[in-house]
């Protein structure tokens, strides 16, 4: 089976471009996390979908980051205009909808380095 | 204060010994699920074993062993006959399932564990 697919996997671009991360989550999962990972603050969960609606987004950092969800297998997160404090691993991960366990499956994340 | 601690930023263990990396949570969330993640250097994040709050029983995955104490608030990761490709960041996290935080996962900071021939 396919796992979390993202891309790009690897992004280099100017402070104030427009930066699109894509991701596509395990087919017939129900939620869809992004996270971004960096040295200073490790792991951090930015946003949450259940079904395609957002649930949580208290960990979006600011007015230029953007998530949507448009169908159960399609996720963006945006990042306009970038800047360099956005430099990070962007994590992409889903799961299925059950009590319990639920294993959260990563992407292989798309590093953005914005210069 | 910090939901999940890992307190061994590093370690550093000979190949074929057994290593335990720590992990203390905490929760007032009855229900809730411990995760051990592995990333290796090329970045990824690979999921390697789960303990639910309620499991009777310690959860094993091949060489992976969760110590999971409770009354503790300890969920340790066992590995035994440790491997080259051990080597990587390893992440203790958890998930409160009724109340409380997101659904999605609270990480630690991670151990980085170095296995040496």
């Known amino acids: 089976d396919a796992g979390v697919i993202q891309s790009p996997r690897h992004e280099v671009t100017e402070m104030g471009q427009e930066v699109t991360l894509r991701c596509k989550p395990i087919?017939?999962?129900?939620?869809l996390f992004w996270y971004r990972q960096t040295m200073m603050r490790g792991l951090e969960l930015l946003i949450y979908f259940n079904n395609n609606v957002p649930i949580d987004d208290s960990g979006m950092p600011e007015d230029r980051f953007s998530a949507k969800m448009p169908n159960a297998s399609f996720s963006t997160l945006k990042i306009q205009p970038s800047e360099p404090r956005d430099s990070a691993v962007y994590f992409c991960?889903?799961?299925?909808?059950?009590?319990?366990?639920?294993?959260?499956?990563f992407g292989e994340g798309s590093w953005l380095t914005v210069v | 204060a910090q939901k999940i601690t890992q307190t061994q930023p590093g370690m550093f263990v000979q190949e074929k010994e057994a290593v335990t990396l720590d992990c203390t949570y905490d929760?007032?969330?009855?229900?809730?699920?411990l995760f051990w993640y592995k990333q290796p250097s090329s970045g990824e994040m690979i999921f390697l074993i789960y303990q639910g709050s309620y499991d009777q029983q310690n959860a094993t995955e091949g060489r992976y062993s969760l110590n999971f104490q409770k009354a503790r608030k300890s969920a340790n990761l066992v590995i035994s006959a440790s491997q080259l490709g051990d080597s990587a960041m390893y992440f203790c996290a958890m998930r409160e399932v009724t109340g409380g935080g997101a659904d999605g996962l609270t990480f630690g900071k991670g151990t980085h564990l170095i296995i040496q021939p």
């Open positions: 929760t007032s969330d009855p229900s809730y699920g």
């Open positions: 991960a889903s799961r299925k909808k059950r009590v319990g366990g639920n294993t959260i499956y």
């Open positions: 087919s017939g999962h129900d939620y």
